[in-house]
């Protein structure tokens, strides 16, 4: 009895030492839900985006909207845009792309604005110790102005064609 007792702590004490995997945390990350009502697919891939940094307005980034999505595709005219740089700067892991700019989506026959843009990060505190050491971001504010009405983290917003 006191070797199966002994066994039994043993086997207990092995499996209750966590070890640690490769896995790399970085956590979470900004999306801003869109839905395009009245476009293609195509219409909306190829559609032009202008990021003015409120701090810089001489230098506007232009670039496709298909660009600006690689790792979200475009699905019945809904997408998630993310901050990622679309100008190979590292803004860092609590820095964003977008914070403190203007974003415009201009097509064909309209256009319309993301206006101050405010999104502010920070480390998440994790009780895990295999990820202590990790980024393990924190999405603290996303805020923005659509067509006058503000928006928060997570908010769906509707461009009309």
Known sequence: MKRILVFIIIITSFYSCKKCNLDYRIGEEVQIPIKFNGFTDYE????RVYRIDSDITIKIDTF???NFTPFFPIKDGFVNISDRSMNDINYGYYESY??????????????????????????????????????????????????????NKGDLITINK
């Open 44 to 47: 909306v891939n190829y559609m």
């Open 64 to 66: 496709l909207f298909q």
């Open 98 to 151: 977008l914070n403190n700019c203007n974003l415009i989506f201009d097509w064909k026959t309209g256009r319309d604005t993301l206006k101050n843009i405010k999104i502010k990060k920070s480390k998440e505190k994790v009780k895990d110790k295999c990820y202590e050491n990790h980024p393990n971001i924190k999405i603290d504010l996303v805020t923005f102005s659509f067509k006058n009405n503000t928006h």
